[in-house]
């Protein structure tokens, strides 16, 4: 396993993170848990491989994930990092954080969280969280030995990924960075370059360039000898990123990531240079230029457009047409579509003058046809 220094202040961490959100479960619906029998082994054996990273969350597999994450980590807790978070919506009232902090360190059984996150976090509910004084119950948390990193995650425009971290409680923050989507990257560099630790989700994009498979990996010039192995090495040979988080399922999945990290010991910079290139000459092949910069996000339905273009685009620019429209349908995006009400704000906002209405109703005709 390689290990890189999470941020300026931060601990050795793993450059592969296990992400735990996807870890086997039984039942469904309200019923659906972690099923132990298959958790413990994976989680074990991702620690056996060097993997010294694990995250989990409040509500994860029904608010049961950061129990089995706690107790399967037990035997070795002081030898590894565990991460979690809190969603400000949790927090509505004085005392919430603190009472949900200590349920989760009960949960987990232990005395302290190395990482503890704000969840999710865009402009508005940064701005709950600060309402309800959110940032200070973590600082004092820091100062009792609750919390030794205060961290967010992040899903926004960019600029506000700035505006967070200038409020200089953080220590670390997690966001999305992978091959076709590195709308972050700029600010990440920045970010890090003043110290902050910065860890990624995402970096086969949902899955995507797993399912893209050897079709996709034939469009760049890479000594990659798998879709997956070309995804982490374009995310692990970016400066800024300390680490990777990885959902896996099954102790297959740990031991195929963990030997594809293995062999990133370098990427060269005309490496990166060449992914980067041949992106660009994909996205020329588009017709729908989006920049992800989310000023468009002015609907009065909620309809965030950005998501639609980037969907659309994974399947006509990278040719992921089957999984970009798995996604598309499983996060309502064809319902969303149907709420336009074709009023122009979000065209009025676009610096790349799209005309929205129009091609949100394309782009659920070319998933739906």
């Known amino acids: 396993m390689l290990y890189k220094q999470f941020g300026k202040n931060g601990p050795m961490v793993s450059r592969l ?25 994976i989680i074990h054996r991702a620690y056996e491989l060097g993997i010294n990273f694990f995250d989990t969350a409040w509500g994860y597999t029904n608010r049961d994930n950061q129990r089995i994450v706690g107790k399967a980590v ?32 009960k949960l987990m059984d232990t005395d302290y969280l190395d990482f503890y996150h704000m969840h999710a976090l865009n402009a508005q ?34 600029r506000v990924m700035v505006d967070i971290a200038d409020h200089g409680i953080f220590d670390t923050l997690l966001c999305q960075y992978n091959l076709i989507d590195q709308s972050n990257e700029e600010v990440m560099a920045k970010l890090a370059d003043r110290g902050m630790g910065v860890m990624v989700m995402g970096p086969v994009a949902g899955g995507m360039i797993s399912a893209g498979g050897e079709d996709f990996r034939k469009l760049y010039d890479t000594p990659a000898e798998t879709a997956e192995e070309l995804a982490l090495r374009f995310v692990l040979g970016y400066d800024a990123v300390s680490l990777a988080l990885s959902g896996m399922q099954s102790i297959e ?41 989310a000023y468009c996000n002015v609907c009065p339905q909620g309809i965030r457009p950005q ?63």
């Not at 959100?21 to 972690?34: A, F, Q």
């Not at 565990?82 to 509505?92: A, N």
């Open 253 to 293: 999945m740990v031991e195929k990531n963990v030997a594809i990290v293995e062999k990133i010991a370098s990427v060269t910079a005309e490496e990166r240079q060449s992914y980067k290139a041949t992106n660009d000459k994909l996205k020329g092949l588009s017709e729908l230029y989006c920049s992800g910069c």
């Open 17 to 41: 993170g296990f992400g735990c959100m996807r870890l086997p479960s039984i039942g469904e619906g309200e019923n659906k848990r972690c099923d132990d029998e298959k958790c413990i082994p």
């Open 74 to 105: 037990h035997d070795f807790r002081d030898k590894i990092y565990l991460s979690s978070k809190l969603p400000p919506s949790e927090v509505q009232q004085p005392g919430d954080f603190r009472r949900k902090l200590e349920h989760t360190l």
């Open 125 to 158: 509910k940064f701005d709950h969280a600060k309402k309800m004084q959110m940032d200070k119950d973590m600082l004092k948390a820091k100062e009792e030995g609750l919390i030794r990193h205060i961290s967010f995650s992040f899903h926004d425009a960019p």
């Open 307 to 369: 998501q639609h273009f980037k969907a659309y685009n994974r399947a006509k620019v990278w040719g992921l047409y089957d999984a970009a429209k798995q996604d598309y349908l499983d996060d309502g995006l064809d319902k969303d579509a149907e709420k336009c009400l074709g009023c122009g704000a979000c065209s009025a906002e676009c610096p790349q003058f799209i005309g929205i209405p129009e091609k949100l109703a394309e782009i659920k005709a070319y998933f739906t046809k």
